[in-house]
């Protein structure tokens, strides 16, 4: 899966929970934020998560 389908993802869960493991929340503090959307972005190699 792509980082921008998986950015897609990971904010419709934005603000809620998460269980240990999943793997939406790249901070490991247990909640889906805007942290983890900023980590994710980080982690792509094209300018806004570009598919091409």
Partial sequence: M?????????LAS???GAAIGDP????????????DAR???????RERCALN
Avoid: E, F, R, V
């Avoid at 939406?24 to 909640?31: E, F, V």
């Avoid at 980590?39 to 190699?45: D, T």
């Fill in 39 to 45: 980590k994710l972005i980080s982690l792509c190699s």
């Fill in 2 to 10: 792509s980082k921008k389908n998986d950015l897609s993802l990971l």
């Fill in 24 to 35: 939406k929340d790249l901070d490991y503090d247990g909640t889906i934020t805007a942290q």
């Fill in 14 to 16: 934005k603000n809620m």
